[in-house]
């Protein structure tokens, strides 16, 4: 009897110290904490929305470490004018290891998403799309049905009076292809998840309101 409870207290011991260490480790991954601080300092958050919290001026960066190379998001935040002319976001003075900092934050809430395991599991269908449009992020940026989105970008619930699924498609393969210099992501999508997005944003809507 006894020994087992000195068993037990010995697993919720080791337990305790595991948990213990994952947190440090999440606190303590080099440059985080030093990001968290410059994300403070300059008021990212009166235009960005982070882990449910900010405003809604420019893109929800939850994925952004998803969607964007590493070096994009680097140069961007170096100068971001130069990237895309007139836009709202500051060229603000960073420090030598500011912006690697500030990176390594951000990748802390991103969730990466296995895209063509979503379609081996739905099929290239408009529940697949949906599942695709919602992990990769999309409503950082566009109106979706009645959430979310931002005003300077297309609203997708519409996107189908405008173009046909056959621009869709090549757009969503290469869109700097079709409009150089685009401020919209390229995602490396394969052809199984063009379809089923495809396929969800073309699907008619349901009559008497909510279409998604
Ligand atoms: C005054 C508002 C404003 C502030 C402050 C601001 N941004 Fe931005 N940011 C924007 C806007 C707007 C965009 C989208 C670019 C566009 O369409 O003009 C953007 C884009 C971005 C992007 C690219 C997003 C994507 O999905 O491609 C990143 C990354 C980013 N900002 C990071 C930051 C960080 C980090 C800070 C703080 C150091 C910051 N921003 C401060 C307005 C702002
Ligand atoms: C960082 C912001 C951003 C994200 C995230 C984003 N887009 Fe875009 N998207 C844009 C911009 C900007 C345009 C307009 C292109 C232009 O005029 O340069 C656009 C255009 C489009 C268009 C064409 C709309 C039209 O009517 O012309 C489609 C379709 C589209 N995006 C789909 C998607 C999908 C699907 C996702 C998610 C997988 C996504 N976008 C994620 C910024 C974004």
Redesign the pocket.
Do not use: S
């Given at each position: 009897m006894a020994a087992r409870a000195v068993r037990s207290w010995a697993v919720a011991l080791s337990l305790l110290w595991m948990s213990g260490v994952a947190l440090v480790a999440k606190a303590e991954s080099p440059g985080a904490s030093q990001g968290a601080a410059l994300w403070q300092k300059f008021g990212c958050a009166n235009c960005h929305r982070l882990g449910g919290a900010g405003e809604t001026v420019g893109?929800e960066l939850d994925q952004v470490t998803q969607?964007r190379p590493r070096d994009w998001i680097f140069r961007w935040l170096g100068d971001p004018a130069s990237m895309k002319p007139g836009t709202l976001m500051p060229k603000l003075p960073w420090q030598a290891g500011e912006r690697e900092a500030l990176i390594v934050y951000l990748r802390q809430f991103a969730v990466p998403v296995d895209g063509p395991a979503i379609v081996m599991e739905k099929g290239r269908t408009p529940e697949a799309g949906e599942a695709?449009?919602k992990a990769?992020?999309?409503r950082?940026?566009?109106q979706v049905g009645t959430a979310a989105g931002r005003p300077l970008?297309?609203d997708?619930t519409i996107?189908r009076l405008?173009?046909t699924p056959a621009w869709?498609k090549s757009?969503?393969a290469n869109p700097d292809a079709i409009?150089p210099g685009?401020?919209?992501?390229d995602?490396h999508f394969s052809e199984g998840e063009i379809d089923a997005?495809a396929a969800y944003?073309f699907r008619p809507p349901v009559k008497g309101g909510k279409t998604r």
């Open positions: 893109p969607r695709l449009v990769y992020g999309c950082a940026c566009h970008y297309p997708l996107v405008r173009r869709e757009w969503l409009k685009t401020f919209m992501p995602f997005i944003l």
